[in-house]
Protein backbone atom coordinates (compact mmCIF):
# COMPACT_ATOMS: atom_id res chain seq x y z
CA UNK A 1 0.00 0.00 0.00
CA UNK A 2 1.26 3.62 -0.95
CA UNK A 3 1.15 5.25 2.69
CA UNK A 4 1.54 9.23 3.49
CA UNK A 5 1.79 10.76 6.49
CA UNK A 6 -0.03 13.68 7.32
CA UNK A 7 2.19 16.15 10.07
CA UNK A 8 1.23 18.86 12.06
CA UNK A 9 3.96 20.72 14.08
CA UNK A 10 6.76 18.78 14.87
CA UNK A 11 6.70 15.91 12.36
CA UNK A 12 8.62 16.96 9.52
CA UNK A 13 11.79 15.04 10.89
CA UNK A 14 10.04 11.79 10.09
CA UNK A 15 10.94 11.58 6.40
CA UNK A 16 14.37 13.17 4.98
CA UNK A 17 13.95 14.94 1.60
CA UNK A 18 13.15 17.43 -0.45
CA UNK A 19 9.64 18.49 -0.61
CA UNK A 20 8.40 18.62 -4.72
CA UNK A 21 5.83 20.61 -5.66
CA UNK A 22 2.39 18.83 -6.92
CA UNK A 23 0.43 21.28 -9.02
CA UNK A 24 -3.41 20.26 -8.43
CA UNK A 25 -6.68 22.00 -9.60
CA UNK A 26 -6.71 23.85 -6.58
CA UNK A 27 -3.27 24.73 -6.12
CA UNK A 28 -0.02 23.53 -5.20
CA UNK A 29 0.77 21.72 -2.80
CA UNK A 30 4.49 20.42 -1.30
CA UNK A 31 5.32 16.38 -0.45
CA UNK A 32 8.54 14.63 0.15
CA UNK A 33 8.64 11.57 -1.36
CA UNK A 34 10.95 8.38 0.20
CA UNK A 35 9.96 5.28 -1.78
CA UNK A 36 6.07 4.50 -1.01
CA UNK A 37 6.16 6.89 1.30
CA UNK A 38 5.10 10.25 1.20
CA UNK A 39 5.21 13.35 3.78
CA UNK A 40 2.94 15.95 3.51
CA UNK A 41 3.23 18.76 5.78
CA UNK A 42 -0.18 20.34 6.46
CA UNK A 43 0.64 23.70 7.11
CA UNK A 44 2.83 23.99 4.33
CA UNK A 45 6.87 24.73 3.64
CA UNK A 46 8.11 26.09 6.79
CA UNK A 47 5.03 25.55 8.93
CA UNK A 48 3.51 28.83 7.37
CA UNK A 49 -0.17 28.60 6.92
CA UNK A 50 -2.54 29.25 9.99
CA UNK A 51 -5.29 26.86 10.34
CA UNK A 52 -8.23 29.07 7.84
CA UNK A 53 -5.74 29.59 5.17
CA UNK A 54 -4.20 25.79 4.55
CA UNK A 55 -5.05 24.46 1.25
CA UNK A 56 -6.74 21.07 2.45
CA UNK A 57 -8.00 20.25 -1.24
CA UNK A 58 -5.00 20.75 -2.74
CA UNK A 59 -3.12 19.00 0.01
CA UNK A 60 -5.90 15.72 -0.45
CA UNK A 61 -5.68 16.09 -4.45
CA UNK A 62 -1.95 15.84 -4.36
CA UNK A 63 -2.06 12.61 -2.01
CA UNK A 64 -4.22 11.14 -4.58
CA UNK A 65 -2.70 12.19 -7.44
CA UNK A 66 0.78 10.27 -6.60
CA UNK A 67 -0.98 7.53 -6.09
CA UNK A 68 -1.56 7.21 -1.88
CA UNK A 69 -3.96 4.47 -0.50
CA UNK A 70 -3.47 5.23 3.06
CA UNK A 71 -3.29 8.33 5.07
CA UNK A 72 -1.86 9.13 9.01
CA UNK A 73 -2.62 12.55 9.89
CA UNK A 74 -1.04 13.69 13.30
CA UNK A 75 -2.89 16.19 15.16
CA UNK A 76 -2.32 18.66 18.23
CA UNK A 77 -5.27 18.86 20.06
CA UNK A 78 -6.58 20.62 23.50
CA UNK A 79 -8.20 18.24 25.98
CA UNK A 80 -12.12 18.56 26.61
CA UNK A 81 -12.16 15.96 29.38
CA UNK A 82 -10.04 15.93 32.28
CA UNK A 83 -10.18 12.42 31.90
CA UNK A 84 -8.07 12.68 28.21
CA UNK A 85 -4.44 14.55 30.63
CA UNK A 86 -1.69 16.21 28.50
CA UNK A 87 0.43 13.81 26.91
CA UNK A 88 -2.85 11.57 26.09
CA UNK A 89 -2.90 10.31 22.40
CA UNK A 90 -6.44 9.71 20.80
CA UNK A 91 -6.39 7.35 18.12
CA UNK A 92 -9.65 9.55 16.47
CA UNK A 93 -13.27 7.92 15.63
CA UNK A 94 -15.48 10.83 14.74
CA UNK A 95 -15.79 14.27 14.57
CA UNK A 96 -18.14 17.50 15.60
CA UNK A 97 -17.77 20.48 12.90
CA UNK A 98 -17.93 23.68 13.38
CA UNK A 99 -15.98 25.45 11.05
CA UNK A 100 -17.66 27.91 8.90
CA UNK A 101 -15.12 29.29 6.48
CA UNK A 102 -13.21 27.14 4.18
CA UNK A 103 -14.00 25.25 1.56
CA UNK A 104 -15.10 21.62 2.62
CA UNK A 105 -15.68 19.36 -0.47
CA UNK A 106 -14.23 17.95 -3.81
CA UNK A 107 -17.90 18.20 -5.05
CA UNK A 108 -18.97 21.66 -5.53
CA UNK A 109 -20.57 21.09 -9.11
CA UNK A 110 -22.05 18.02 -8.41
CA UNK A 111 -24.88 16.30 -6.64
CA UNK A 112 -22.80 13.65 -4.61
CA UNK A 113 -23.28 13.09 -0.49
CA UNK A 114 -20.47 11.11 1.08
CA UNK A 115 -21.24 8.95 3.91
CA UNK A 116 -20.05 10.03 7.62
CA UNK A 117 -21.06 6.83 9.46
CA UNK A 118 -17.33 5.95 9.75
CA UNK A 119 -14.86 9.20 8.67
CA UNK A 120 -12.03 7.56 9.90
CA UNK A 121 -10.34 4.36 8.11
CA UNK A 122 -10.81 0.92 10.36
CA UNK A 123 -7.80 -0.07 8.59
CA UNK A 124 -5.63 2.84 9.64
CA UNK A 125 -7.24 3.07 13.15
CA UNK A 126 -6.49 -0.79 13.76
CA UNK A 127 -2.84 -0.73 12.57
CA UNK A 128 -2.18 2.64 14.99
CA UNK A 129 -3.76 0.41 17.62
CA UNK A 130 -1.39 -2.64 16.96
CA UNK A 131 1.39 -0.74 17.06
CA UNK A 132 0.47 1.19 19.92
CA UNK A 133 0.17 -2.45 21.69
CA UNK A 134 3.49 -3.89 19.99
CA UNK A 135 5.55 -0.86 21.21
CA UNK A 136 3.90 -0.71 24.74
CA UNK A 137 2.57 2.66 24.13
CA UNK A 138 -0.94 3.51 25.60
CA UNK A 139 -3.75 4.98 23.33
CA UNK A 140 -7.11 5.75 23.69
CA UNK A 141 -8.88 4.23 21.13
CA UNK A 142 -11.97 6.47 20.64
CA UNK A 143 -11.77 10.16 20.62
CA UNK A 144 -14.48 12.37 18.81
CA UNK A 145 -12.68 15.20 17.50
CA UNK A 146 -14.14 19.08 17.22
CA UNK A 147 -12.67 21.33 14.58
CA UNK A 148 -13.25 24.96 15.16
CA UNK A 149 -11.92 27.78 12.34
CA UNK A 150 -9.54 28.89 14.87
CA UNK A 151 -7.10 30.38 14.91
CA UNK A 152 -8.12 31.93 18.63
CA UNK A 153 -8.90 29.22 20.78
CA UNK A 154 -11.91 28.52 22.80
CA UNK A 155 -14.31 30.10 25.41
CA UNK A 156 -15.04 28.30 28.28
CA UNK A 157 -18.37 28.03 27.38
CA UNK A 158 -17.64 26.74 24.47
CA UNK A 159 -15.39 24.19 25.90
CA UNK A 160 -18.28 22.96 28.37
CA UNK A 161 -20.74 22.86 25.38
CA UNK A 162 -18.10 20.84 23.15
CA UNK A 163 -18.15 18.22 25.71
CA UNK A 164 -21.79 18.19 26.42
CA UNK A 165 -22.37 17.70 22.94
CA UNK A 166 -19.90 14.52 22.87
CA UNK A 167 -16.46 15.84 21.91
CA UNK A 168 -13.45 15.03 23.42
CA UNK A 169 -10.79 17.10 21.91
CA UNK A 170 -10.28 19.93 20.24
CA UNK A 171 -8.42 21.31 17.20
CA UNK A 172 -8.91 23.83 14.28
CA UNK A 173 -7.30 21.45 11.50
CA UNK A 174 -8.93 18.11 11.37
CA UNK A 175 -12.05 18.98 9.20
CA UNK A 176 -12.60 19.45 5.87
CA UNK A 177 -9.14 17.06 5.46
CA UNK A 178 -11.04 13.92 6.94
CA UNK A 179 -14.11 14.59 4.72
CA UNK A 180 -11.97 15.38 1.48
CA UNK A 181 -9.87 12.16 2.11
CA UNK A 182 -13.50 9.88 2.75
CA UNK A 183 -14.72 11.47 -0.80
CA UNK A 184 -11.60 10.72 -2.81
CA UNK A 185 -11.35 7.15 -1.22
CA UNK A 186 -7.86 7.36 0.85
CA UNK A 187 -7.78 5.07 3.68
CA UNK A 188 -7.33 8.25 6.47
CA UNK A 189 -6.72 7.80 10.20
CA UNK A 190 -5.77 10.45 12.32
CA UNK A 191 -3.79 10.26 15.66
CA UNK A 192 -4.17 13.42 17.97
CA UNK A 193 -1.81 14.47 20.68
CA UNK A 194 -3.15 15.73 23.57
CA UNK A 195 -0.98 19.53 24.35
CA UNK A 196 -3.31 21.26 26.66
CA UNK A 197 -6.23 21.06 28.72
CA UNK A 198 -9.27 23.69 26.78
CA UNK A 199 -10.10 26.92 28.66
CA UNK A 200 -11.55 26.43 32.14
CA UNK A 201 -10.23 22.66 32.87
CA UNK A 202 -6.41 24.46 33.20
CA UNK A 203 -5.53 27.48 35.66
CA UNK A 204 -3.24 28.42 32.75
CA UNK A 205 -4.09 30.90 30.02
CA UNK A 206 -3.40 29.00 26.78
CA UNK A 207 -0.69 29.46 24.82
CA UNK A 208 0.56 28.37 21.31
CA UNK A 209 4.37 28.08 22.95
CA UNK A 210 2.86 25.57 25.41
CA UNK A 211 1.60 23.48 22.48
CA UNK A 212 4.16 23.61 20.31
CA UNK A 213 6.27 22.73 23.70
CA UNK A 214 4.35 19.93 24.35
CA UNK A 215 4.29 18.62 20.92
CA UNK A 216 8.41 18.56 21.31
CA UNK A 217 7.84 16.53 24.60
CA UNK A 218 5.35 14.09 22.63
CA UNK A 219 7.82 13.72 19.54
CA UNK A 220 9.65 10.66 20.87
CA UNK A 221 6.53 8.14 21.09
CA UNK A 222 4.73 9.23 18.64
CA UNK A 223 7.47 9.32 15.82
CA UNK A 224 7.84 5.48 17.02
CA UNK A 225 4.10 4.39 16.54
CA UNK A 226 3.91 6.12 13.47
CA UNK A 227 6.73 4.44 11.95
CA UNK A 228 5.65 0.83 12.96
CA UNK A 229 2.04 2.05 11.62
CA UNK A 230 3.87 3.13 8.18
CA UNK A 231 5.45 0.46 8.59
CA UNK A 232 1.71 -2.11 9.15
CA UNK A 233 0.27 -0.52 6.39
CA UNK A 234 3.08 -0.10 3.95
CA UNK A 235 3.24 -4.07 4.04
CA UNK A 236 -0.20 -4.40 2.96
N1 LIG B 1 -7.92 24.40 20.93
C1 LIG B 1 -7.87 24.42 19.58
N2 LIG B 1 -6.82 23.96 18.91
C2 LIG B 1 -5.79 23.46 19.59
C3 LIG B 1 -5.78 23.41 21.00
C4 LIG B 1 -6.90 23.92 21.71
O1 LIG B 1 -6.98 23.91 22.95
N3 LIG B 1 -4.59 22.85 21.37
C5 LIG B 1 -3.92 22.56 20.21
N4 LIG B 1 -4.63 22.93 19.15
Redesign the pocket.
Known sequence: MRVALIGGTGMGDLLDGEFTEVATPFGSAFLIEQGDLYFLSRHGRGHKLPPHKINYRANIWALREVGVQAAIATF???SLRQSLPVGTLVVLDDFLDFTTARPKTFFDDKVQHTDMTQPYSHLVREELLAAGEDLGIMLEARGCYVC?D?PR??TLSEVRMFAALGGDV???TGVPEVVLAKEIGIEYGALAMV??L??GLSKEP?SHEE?ARQVVEMQQTVQKLLQKTLEKLSSR
Request: aromatic residues 6%; hydrophobic residues 45%.
Open positions: AVGTGYEVGMTNGALV
